[in-house]
């Protein structure tokens, strides 16, 4: 079954420990300019625009590393880590050498999609029979149908209850917050 949070890498786990510290406020609230302040803060204001982003779609949640970090976190924590792990198996097998398609097809098959799979994901018998049939002449889009299911379920269940999970976590108001933790340099010489 899950191999729960120690199936993460110890670098992934500190990361979304971070993020989720950091990033939790963040999504409460959209005004994020604050005048006069440095480089520094400057910089930590565009990482700060990073979990802003994720609100306006699944997508760019996915396109970031510290968002899809901080979500195959959460996944992990409501038990479902194999979706995303089977999305991102599906993006790592369309960019395959063909030669190797149908090895990685089979292991892919085997992993997330048979009714024996030790990570099984919700997938419906006639996805399930159409991913098999592809599998008999292997290509880049032998598991599309099956992505795309997958794909939409987290976009539809798992996404919006990792927003709302980051949405609730208590802070301070997001500008004095950074400010204390970030404060500006003194521009006097």
């Given at each position: 079954m899950?191999?729960?949070?120690?199936?993460?890498?110890?670098?992934?786990l500190?990361r979304?420990?971070?993020l989720?510290a950091?990033?939790?406020?963040?999504?409460?609230?959209?005004?994020?300019s604050v005048?006069g302040q440095?480089?520094?803060?400057e910089k930590l204001?565009?990482n700060?625009?990073e979990?802003l982003?994720?609100?306006d779609?699944f997508?760019?949640?996915?396109?970031?590393q510290n968002g899809?970090?901080?979500?195959?976190?959460?996944?992990i924590?409501e038990?479902?880590?194999?979706?995303?792990?089977f999305?991102?198996a599906c993006?790592?097998y369309?960019?395959?050498?063909?030669?190797?398609?149908g090895?990685?097809a089979?292991?892919?098959?085997?992993?997330?999609?048979?009714?024996?799979a030790?990570?099984e994901?919700?997938?419906?018998?006639v996805?399930?029979?159409?991913?098999?049939?592809?599998l008999?002449h292997?290509s880049q889009?032998?598991?599309?149908?099956a992505?795309a299911?997958i794909?939409?379920?987290?976009e539809k269940?798992?996404y919006p209850r990792f927003?709302?999970y980051?949405?609730?976590?208590?802070?301070q108001d997001r500008?004095?917050?950074l400010i204390?933790?970030?404060?500006?340099?003194?521009?006097?010489?």
């Amino acid at each position: 079954m899950c191999r729960g949070l120690e199936s993460l890498p110890v670098t992934c786990l500190e990361r979304a420990k971070e993020l989720k510290a950091l990033f939790g406020s963040l999504l409460q609230k959209s005004d994020h300019s604050v005048s006069g302040q440095s480089k520094k803060f400057e910089k930590l204001r565009a990482n700060v625009e990073e979990p802003l982003n994720w609100k306006d779609s699944f997508e760019k949640l996915l396109s970031s590393q510290n968002g899809l970090c901080l979500f195959r976190a959460f996944l992990i924590s409501e038990f479902s880590e194999e979706n995303i792990s089977f999305y991102l198996a599906c993006e790592d097998y369309r960019s395959s050498k063909p030669s190797k398609m149908g090895g990685k097809a089979k292991k892919i098959f085997e992993e997330f999609i048979s009714s024996d799979a030790p990570r099984e994901v919700n997938l419906d018998h006639v996805t399930k029979a159409i991913t098999k049939d592809n599998l008999e002449h292997p290509s880049q889009s032998t598991f599309d149908l099956a992505q795309a299911k997958i794909y939409t379920l987290m976009e539809k269940d798992c996404y919006p209850r990792f927003l709302k999970y980051l949405s609730l976590q208590k802070g301070q108001d997001r500008a004095a917050d950074l400010i204390k933790t970030y404060p500006p340099v003194s521009r006097e010489v």
